[in-house]
Nanobody, 125 residues
Framework: VQLQASGGGVVQAGGSLRLSCLAS????????LGWFRQAPGKEREFVSG????????YYSDSVKGRFTISKDNAKNTLYLDMNSLRPEDTATYYC???????????????????WGRGTQVTVSS
């Protein structure tokens, strides 16, 4: 699976962005998918994940209620809708795939096998 994230940009605090992650391959719909982010000098951290069936979604406490993860199997695309953005959301955002047909949505980045290039999100105050 090859992943390509896009949609990042510069936005003022309180604004919104939608990130997209286009995947290649016919097995897209069978993978657990996740969004991670990494700020300068910090570890890459889990932001949100969605099960392969789409029936389970998880969020880190820091984004819960502001971000929404979704996917469109017909378009092989994963999304992250980000609202009420804060300066602390500034980071490079990565999409990832792993845990094929798994019922568990992992928060551990080591559980993800495929990664896209990041897309930069900058939130100004």
């Amino acid at each position: 699976v090859q992943l390509q994230a896009s949609g990042g940009g510069v936005v003022q605090a309180g604004g919104s962005l939608r990130l997209s992650c286009l995947a290649s391959g016919s097995t897209f719909s069978t993978y657990t998918l996740g969004w991670f982010r990494q700020a300068p000098g910090k570890e890459r951290e889990f932001v949100s994940g969605i099960s392969w069936s789409g029936g389970r979604t998880y969020y880190s406490d820091s984004v819960k209620g502001r971000f929404t993860i979704s996917k469109d199997n017909a378009k092989n695309t994963l999304y992250l809708d980000m609202n009420s953005l804060r300066p602390e959301d500034t980071a490079t955002y990565y999409c990832a795939a792993g845990g094929r047909l798994s019922t568990v949505v992992q928060r551990d980045k080591a559980r993800y096998d495929f990664w896209g290039r990041g897309t930069q999100v900058t939130v100004s105050s």
